[in-house]
């Protein structure tokens, strides 16, 4: 039996969503597809998890999530009213995008529908956009994957300065690449709508745009406990701004969205900082080895500030190194985007896995 097209909105029917990184079961497979990180949450953060699991499941949780608001504002030096949690990162974008943009409709000046991003940057952005019926301003960057300046992006006269909503990876998926916080703030102080600067992977990079956010009301910085702090299972992400832009977004949220284990989980995350920061280091060193060894391979690496590379590789094409990679027990990710297709992303795992990928790249090129 079939559903009649017309219960279905023609925006929803006409949708192409999101497609997340594949998560097989495959036993001994080595996953470096999905930017996880390859180290477990701290055996405190377990230890909290394990230790609420018990009759308090049947209460609701927290409805704003304050002790972790607080934790996060003494983090960054800000007050509560600067943070919204969410449902991982994915979810404050989304209600982003609902907050500060109109649908698109007829008579409705564009730039009031105007969600703007650069492309190559989160996927996700176009299918927010689309979801919620906004005009999508995909922007691409220069040729390196680096940030246009101002004077080419007016030049170039497809940016909006106008745009309800900017959307800024930062460092940049699926390139790797870093901004410097000088040329965020030169593009923030030229926006006159919001700007979001979505660091999801800024523990990995040198430098971070927090002070953008404190700076600046317009600028809300998106930070998520999914990457560099091991807990992607338990969705938890949080946006930083000013109380004015944030208390919108708190009047949109569903009241409980953040799961209380989440909570919990976040909280005992804060209390442990050592053992993450011990580990962002070991991943960037991993990182810089296996740059230096796959370049050696003839792989084209981009510098990364982030968990994972992107990477041009010898010879074959990065789809057939997709496969043939897979045939080896190692998945990494490839994007069909004109931009990227002809690279791979490879998440940074441990030295152990890492080697494993060289070791079968090279045998590759052997055969
Ligand atoms: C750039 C970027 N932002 C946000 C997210 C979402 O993170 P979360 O798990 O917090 O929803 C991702 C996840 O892949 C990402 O790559």
Redesign the pocket.
């Known amino acids: 039996m079939s559903v009649p097209k017309t219960l279905i909105r023609p925006l929803v029917r006409a949708l192409h969503p999101y497609v997340?990184?594949e998560q097989p079961k495959i036993k001994g497979l080595i996953k470096l597809n999905?930017?996880e990180n390859p180290y477990p949450p701290s055996p405190r953060v377990l230890k909290a998890v394990k230790a609420a699991v018990d009759g308090r499941l049947r209460l609701y949780p927290n409805p704003g999530a304050d002790r972790l608001r607080e934790k996060l504002a003494k983090l960054h030096r800000c007050k509560p009213e600067n943070i919204v949690v969410?449902?991982?990162?994915?979810?404050?974008?989304a209600m982003a995008v609902k907050c500060f943009t109109e649908p698109t409709r007829l008579g409705l000046e564009v730039s009031r529908a105007t969600v703007q991003y650069f492309t190559p940057?989160?996927s996700?952005y176009p299918v927010l956009a689309d979801i919620h019926g906004a005009t999508r301003n995909a922007v691409p960057l220069r040729s390196d994957f680096e940030l246009p300046d101002i004077a080419e992006l007016k030049r170039g006269k497809r940016w909006r300065f106008d745009a309800a909503l900017t959307l800024i990876?930062t460092p940049?998926?699926?390139s790797g690449c870093g901004y410097p916080v000088r040329e965020l703030d030169a593009l923030c102080r030229a926006q006159r709508g919001v700007v979001i600067l979505?660091?999801?992977?800024v523990d990995f990079a040198d430098d971070n745009a927090m002070r953008l956010a404190m700076k600046h009301s317009h600028v809300i910085v998106?930070?998520?406990?999914?990457?560099a702090y091991s807990l992607?299972f338990q969705?938890?992400?949080y946006f930083v701004g000013h109380p004015g832009l944030i208390a919108a977004l708190h009047k949109i949220r569903d009241s409980y969205n953040v799961n209380g284990l989440g909570q919990i989980a976040a909280e005992a995350t804060l209390d442990d900082l050592g053992y993450y920061r011990s580990n962002f280091r070991k991943i960037i060193d991993t990182r810089e080895q296996l740059t230096g060894d796959l370049t050696k391979l003839g792989f084209r690496v981009l510098p990364s500030q982030t968990n994972f590379i992107l990477t041009k590789p010898p010879r074959f094409s990065a789809k057939e190194w997709l496969q043939k990679l897979r045939d080896q027990k190692i998945l990494v990710r490839w994007f069909s985007a004109a931009e990227v297709r002809d690279y791979l992303r490879i998440t940074i795992g441990t030295p152990r896995e890492a080697a494993a990928l060289v070791r079968v790249a090279k045998s590759v090129l052997k055969a």
């Open positions: 997340p990184g999905t930017n969410g449902n991982g990162s994915d979810e404050l974008l940057s989160y996700l990876t940049n998926a699926p979505d660091e999801a992977y998106a930070r998520t406990f999914s990457k992607c969705r938890v992400g």
